[in-house]
């Protein structure tokens, strides 16, 4: 979840049409809506990297994953135009696409979760995958509980709101759940996170069972995104995977952010890490704004649920679906996508480091491809961090016409993830409007 | 669940094109995926009621409500190409399109759930709606048991999964609910089902509330779909809604399957019985095969929930769902389909009432608009039920080119549940099919 939302009730100095539209949205829908910034932005275009307000005014986007290709690219577009003139039906008749876009993703797989290995299946929502994989981690394992991070974020169903502390005091974790705190190479000062983690994980495990919880596995983002963007060093995370595995869990994969080219290294977050999960729930980027998600698992960790429980999704796997979701995957080969994320993600993270330079206020940059986390604190020696100098930040970006967002716990960490589109060009201005934001707080 | 769908390995006598799909699904594809008939059906292409597969043979598909409006609707796929080229992102930007349809879809509400009185939210599935409304049912009533019915289908998450008896053994109903037989006017011979399923109502919560389970809530679809579409008499409904009501709990209105003007009757499957709900869901028609599905409830029932815990759908509510959302609900009125259901759905029950007289196995014929169930028995002294004449007949129908399935405890019941689009032309079409069809079977 996101620190900077609020109701509309906290918005003032609006023009007429942001005021009327945000009395409208107060009016009829449910009190969980939260706009961003404290004059909200109202959107009316999108194009690669870009967004439009009515008014004319351009921003670049560094928030949204989803369009992930870009807004309204036109291969997914037109994929999705052909295929809704066509046909778009569930999947108990037969349809090629679900098979050869199935192809496709299984062979960006490692090999023990490739085709012939592994099995797939498809969802609307991440929420949904990963409501699935939390039952079919149960199914296999015959345990009950989940450990997870103390800031995640994992979905919105019943069964994934118990393992997403990231929605406050209001939602309860479930019993059965353990939440350890994530791998922050900054905020920990551990030599080595990865056995620092290991060590938390394995502590979790323990305090389960003593408890008389039966242990079912670890999910988690590889770069934990809501904990305040830590992808750490690469391979980090395969002690934890190991103790996971030596317990009798399974290791769920949320790659809802890190997955399809993000992290630029590697096709897959977790692959970063060279450790082979039992579980991948795929989401947000997966139809560049299409509702399609999906689970990939091992062929006999899938087998404990399926051949017990029946498992039908109506818009799930989907002729639609599944040509959005091929014009993905297509797309990022054909435009060199994760290359582009590696090139442009490292170049950007080094102009961040050169800013840190001049402004006395940022404690850490970090990032892997085109996800990046920019840590702000009250003083460096201290690291106190500052999460309302964050959300300034965000509102002076906003004026200079650049959009996106803070995690964290402490909410002081900009989570900078844009469009892949986001170009070399894109760099200079986003770093600018930074550097003269940080410099017109006075920080 | 259907009755009719089967794993690759009962598929024999398939041409090559068809075995390689069927062997590629069960190679790559969780064991969860089901096909409808013994010989798959390749469908390649839609349009209106009718649908084709890759040997050109034209198909009457009597069992899609998704594709509500006809398959490939001209006006939703025109509408959704127009705002995928403009623009598709969340919610936490302000956008017309979302203000605009709430304010239509809670114009076709009972006034107590209008404008005013009412707030709406937007997910994909109707499974995400349900999961949502279990949950707002639970914060505002205190409670945690919900009752069902024993054939009912509610959905495909963990919590969801809890309330829907028909996914079979192999998923454990949530011990703090109870199941109550549907209102099944053949089957019960009650003279007056609405007392009948109230006493039935009542006994639950009784027996609930003695085992320590606080009552949260009645969740039923109007037409009891699963448990072998029961429209029963319109307003018998009410009598059990007024038990729940009295003992605090809510009454969650699935409109998954009965809503968008399906019934005829009335837009709403629930307001057939005049009674108004708590929480409505909303789910398979509603996009026109685009994942889009809501929640509406009244204010102070909403309010118990979002008060407390935060909720953000990625993909819910985006300009796009919300333009094939819009796109249905001005068709309906444009086409007149609310009409046009009642209509042809009065000359299909007529026909199949004369149908009946020829054919002994035909134990009862009902419906309400376009949603018709057609009993078939051994007897109709002793009315035993006969699944396995059901699953031929639809065998029967498939090679007549006619498309649909069964419901009920005893997968007897052909559910029949065309597109709206199916017109006068196509009653003689499928009358002809299954009197055909029986005839062949030698009843």
Chains 1, 2 share one sequence.
């Not at 066509?86 to 349809?95: A, G, I, P, V």
């Not at 200079?400 to 170009?423: C, D, E, I, Y």
Request: net charge negative; with cysteine; aromatic share 6%.
């Amino acid at each position: 979840m996101d620190g900077n939302s609020f109701r509309a009730e906290h918005a003032d100095g609006l023009d007429a049409t942001t005021r009327a539209l945000t009395e409208r949205r107060d009016a009829v829908l449910g009190g969980s809506y939260r706009l961003f910034y404290r004059r909200p932005v109202h959107l009316v275009h999108g194009r690669g990297q870009y967004l439009w307000d009515a008014d004319g005014r351009r921003y670049l986007d560094v928030y949204n994953n989803v369009a992930s290709l870009g807004h309204c690219h036109p291969a997914v577009v037109e994929a999705v135009h052909r295929q809704m003139q066509e046909l778009n039906t569930h999947t108990r008749y037969l349809h090629r696409r679900i098979l050869d876009y199935t192809d496709d993703l299984l062979a960006t797989m490692p090999p023990e979760l490739g085709p012939g290995r592994a099995r797939a299946m498809y969802m609307c929502t991440g929420s949904e995958a990963n409501d699935l994989a939390l039952r079919v981690a149960r199914a296999v394992t015959g345990g009950e509980g989940f450990i997870a991070t103390t800031e995640a974020y994992h979905g919105t169903s019943e069964l994934t709101s118990g393992v997403s502390p990231a929605l406050g005091s209001g939602q309860p974790i479930a019993p059965t759940a353990r939440l350890v705190p994530a791998p922050d190479a900054y905020r920990t000062g551990a030599a080595d996170v990865g056995a620092w983690f290991a060590d938390r994980v394995r502590a979790a495990i323990a305090d389960m069972e003593s408890s008389g919880t039966r242990f079912a596995g670890l999910v988690a983002d590889s770069i934990f995104s809501s904990d305040g963007v830590l992808p750490g060093p690469a391979g980090y995370l395969a002690e934890a995977v190991d103790v996971v595995h030596r317990a009798g869990g399974v290791f769920i994969a949320d790659e809802v952010q890190p997955g399809f080219a993000r992290t630029g290294e590697e096709f897959w977050g977790f692959a970063r890490h060279g450790v082979v999960p039992d579980v991948v729930t795929l989401g947000k980027p997966m139809g560049n704004g299409v509702p399609v998600s999906g689970l990939v698992a091992r062929e006999e960790v899938l087998a404990a649920f399926s051949d017990r429980v029946p498992y039908f999704n109506t818009f799930g796997g989907n002729p639609v679906s599944m040509a959005a979701a091929q014009a993905v995957l297509t797309t990022i080969r054909a435009e060199g996508l994760q290359e582009h994320s590696l090139v442009v993600g490292s170049l950007l993270l080094a102009e961040l480091r050169v800013l840190a330079q001049r402004h006395e206020c940022v404690g850490d940059v970090r990032g892997a491809g085109l996800f990046t986390g920019l840590e702000l604190v009250r003083d460096r020696g201290t690291r106190e961090p500052d999460g309302p100098l964050a959300l300034e930040v965000l509102e002076e970006l906003r004026e200079r016409g650049v959009l996106t967002s803070v995690a964290g716990p402490h909410g002081n960490v900009l989570k900078l993830r844009p469009p892949l589109a986001f170009a070399r060009e894109d760099v200079g201005t986003l770093v600018t409007a930074l550097d003269d934001s940080l410099t017109a707080l006075g920080r």
